[in-house]
């Protein structure tokens, strides 16, 4: 049985297809004016289609649902590590700009980047399940630490604010949406792995009771569709 993916796929490459023949169609119209001393005066006639609509009926077969992946961790901690360098760190000197305290920031972002934040299974389970508490705790010490291994000048500036109250602030503010973007990341893996099969021959779908059926209507802007081509195409210089 085929795939749902797999007609929509197979109803795209027509559509492309369709405007390759046309394109080529036109490219001969050209050649035709230009030869002919009459036609030569007037404008070469194209047909453009902008967006093009079709109604799919189909009879689901079979869905395959996977079960829930678990969250990437290595990828959740990259991201995790870009927020609080980011993100969380220049918030000390953006809400101390008399403190001097840009270039303090500047040496944590280096430690965070030469020595990433470990973001553990166990708090990274918990904010995606909606307690982000845990991982913003585990962070906030992961962070003092690397303030301890500053130079003493870089501390004593730190000494003067209340550093720690507003990294613990900011981490939970933070941590809500990156636990969301995890989870959207999960169901994403999951959504790709589900399957959809489907029944789109037309006298096997005349066999079926009308309730039965579903229908689909896809739109398709052909000015994305090259985009995309373009970009999944396009070689790095």
Do not use: C
């Amino acid at each position: 049985m085929p795939k749902l993916g797999e007609v929509l796929g197979g109803l795209l490459t027509d559509v492309l297809r369709a405007r390759l023949a046309a394109d080529a169609l036109t490219a001969q119209a050209v050649e035709a004016y230009r030869e002919d001393p009459v036609l030569a005066s007037f404008s070469v006639p194209r047909v453009t289609v902008a967006d093009l609509t079709v109604r799919l009926r189909f009879l689901v077969t079979d869905v395959t649902v996977p079960e829930p992946v678990r969250p990437d961790r290595v990828r959740a901690g990259r991201l995790w590590n870009a927020v609080i360098r980011d993100r969380v760190l220049p918030l000390l000197s953006t809400a101390h700009p008399d403190a001097g305290l840009e270039e303090v920031v500047r040496l944590l972002q280096d430690a965070v980047r030469k020595n990433p934040i470990p973001v553990g299974e166990a708090e990274l389970d918990r904010a995606v399940g909606g307690d982000t508490t845990p991982l913003a705790d585990a962070t906030l010490a992961q962070v003092a630490e690397r303030i301890g291994a500053l130079p003493p000048a870089a501390r004593d500036r730190l000494a003067k604010i209340r550093w720690k109250d507003e990294i613990r602030q900011e981490l939970a503010r933070r941590a809500g949406p990156f636990a969301e973007r995890v989870r959207q990341w999960a169901a994403a893996e999951q959504a790709l792995r589900s399957r959809v099969e489907v029944e789109v021959s037309a006298d096997r779908l005349q066999e079926r009771p009308v309730e039965t059926l579903q229908q689909l209507e896809l739109t398709v802007s052909l000015a994305d569709v090259e985009e995309f081509i373009d970009l999944a195409t396009r070689t790095e210089p």
